[in-house]
């Protein structure tokens, strides 16, 4: 993050003089210059390219005449599939799975971003999924310091660190005024979000309501998602199976953010195959206000039932107050309850997965993160909310079957990887699943959904 100001880059320096040009009503010129260069760039990398796999390709042929695979035979038919079939080996998998996306990431005054993070608690609280995104981006491939050569455009603003001096929490009233400043200024300095109106901008709303911005349900769901952002993409916390107003935009459904160095540390000491002599655990707040839905009063007290029915059961380990240490508690736990609070989601899912623990969600139609890569269903266990009271029967009955299978597909470190977000992109960790979503989503990019007109156009 310190490293994004001072981040020398040719391209963005040209950039930048493109922009200086742009106010002085020069950008056409500029940019089919760059473009010129562009495609003759991309030629001459084309070319040597070809010679180099033409080369090789002679040389293995040469070697190995008997290695006639179907590669060969189809180049030796069909030439033009002769560069795309021989550079494969060049290609990784993550830009093969990422379908070469491209994300331009503008870079605001620090007054919307980087600013905030002199309360260091900025990038490592509950919500810090909005500033761990924008720093692995800065130094990702799919970074693009050409925005005419972006899929989509990141608009970094940070608007979860106005902790409270009272209470720690963060105060997220100036969220969407701190939002729509910064659209209105990148809307009047650069020509990309006019042109799409914003469909190829991609947002950060980490906290417990997502692009509603109202930390009590009742309030966020009023306000509902500023007309602003109504039409472009939401990374968010906050995913519900049903119908929901702070969800009527195009989102994607992130973890919350929990220090990877924390669960290293943690981990070093209480290895996930390691004594679990805490069979259920639960630590936090037991009484949440009830939920108070379209005026419906909802009384589903979930904690409360659970504190009342089975503290003092042998078999619970339930802790009211908060307890620097409790990750290791959560290490030494075969159970970790994971019921709804304020929002249906909570940090509690995500420590749990990386600390081994069997996540039991209580949270009514949640909907969970990156299901195309952690198959929940298999690493959890999951109970109605108005079944919370036969907690102990179900469990019962989940160790006395499958726990052990439960377990071992939670201890694939695939699954703890793609919910951490690291602060550089690793192929299958939570940014990486960002952009494997938004790759899903190439057909709402603005320069993408132009290529493919041209191709039908020229075709
Ligand atoms: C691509 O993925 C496959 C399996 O999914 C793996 O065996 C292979 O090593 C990967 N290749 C690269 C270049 O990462
Ligand atoms: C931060 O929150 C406080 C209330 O806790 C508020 O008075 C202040 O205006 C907020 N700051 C910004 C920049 O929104
Ligand atoms: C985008 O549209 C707004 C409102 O119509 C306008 O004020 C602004 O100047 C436009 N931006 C550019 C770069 O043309
Ligand atoms: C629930 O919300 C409705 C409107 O949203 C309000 O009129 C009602 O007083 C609320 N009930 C409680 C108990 O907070
Ligand atoms: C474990 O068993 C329960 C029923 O007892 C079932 O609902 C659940 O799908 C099973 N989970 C796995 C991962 O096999």
Aim: proline fraction near 5%.
């Amino acid at each position: 993050m310190e490293n994004h100001n001072n981040r020398p880059s040719k391209n963005r320096g040209y950039y930048v003089k493109m922009k200086l040009m742009h106010k002085h009503g020069r950008p056409q010129q500029e940019k089919n210059n760059f473009n010129t260069f562009h495609k003759y760039f991309k030629w001459i990398l084309w070319l040597s390219l070809s010679l180099y796999f033409f080369t090789s390709y002679l040389i293995s042929n040469n070697n190995n005449n008997s290695h006639n695979n179907n590669n060969i035979k189809h180049q030796k038919t069909k030439p033009t599939h002769v560069i795309k079939s021989l550079s494969q080996p060049i290609s990784t998998n993550k830009t093969e799975s990422l379908k070469n996306l491209k994300v331009f990431i503008y870079d605001l005054p620090p007054k919307y971003n980087t600013n905030w993070l002199t309360n260091s608690r900025c990038k490592t609280h509950l919500f810090a999924s909005e500033v761990a995104i924008h720093r692995a981006l800065l130094t990702s491939d799919v970074r693009t310091f050409d925005p005419y050569d972006a899929d989509f455009f990141f608009v970094p603003v940070y608007v979860s660190c106005n902790f409270s001096t009272v209470n720690g929490f963060p105060a997220i009233g100036h969220a969407r005024s701190l939002i729509s400043s910064a659209v209105k200024l990148i809307s009047t300095e650069y020509p990309f979000w006019n042109r799409s109106r914003g469909s190829d901008h991609v947002f950060v709303a980490s906290h417990d309501f997502g692009s509603c911005f109202h930390t009590l349900e009742d309030v966020a769901m009023k306000d509902g998602v500023p007309e602003i952002l109504k039409k472009s993409i939401v990374l968010q916390t906050f995913g519900v199976t049903y119908e929901h107003p702070c969800q009527k935009v195009e989102h994607v459904v992130i973890p919350p953010f929990v220090s990877p160095e924390s669960v290293r540390n943690t981990l070093e000491n209480f290895p996930v195959s390691g004594r679990r002599d805490i069979w259920v655990f639960f630590r936090g707040k037991m009484e949440v206000h009830p939920k108070n839905v379209s005026g419906r009063f909802y009384s589903k007290k979930v904690r409360t039932v659970i504190w009342k029915k089975f503290n003092g059961d042998r078999r619970f380990y339930l802790q009211r107050h908060r307890f620097a240490g409790y990750q290791s508690e959560i290490a030494r736990s075969v159970f970790c309850l994971c019921p709804l609070g304020w929002a249906p989601w909570s940090p509690r899912l995500v420590e749990s997965v990386a600390l081994g623990c069997v996540p039991v969600i209580i949270a009514d139609g949640i909907r969970l993160p990156f299901s195309s890569a952690v198959k929940w269903s298999e690493i959890s266990v999951t109970v109605a909310e108005k079944d919370v009271w036969r907690l102990a029967e179900i469990l019962e009955k989940v160790a006395a079957t499958n726990l052990s299978s439960i377990q071992r597909n939670l201890w694939d470190p695939r699954t703890k990887k793609a919910l951490l977000f690291n602060s550089w992109v690793q192929e299958g960790d939570a940014t990486w699943q960002v952009l494997h979503s938004l790759s899903e989503k190439l057909y709402r990019s603005y320069r993408s959904s132009r290529v493919s007109r041209q191709l039908d156009s020229d075709t």
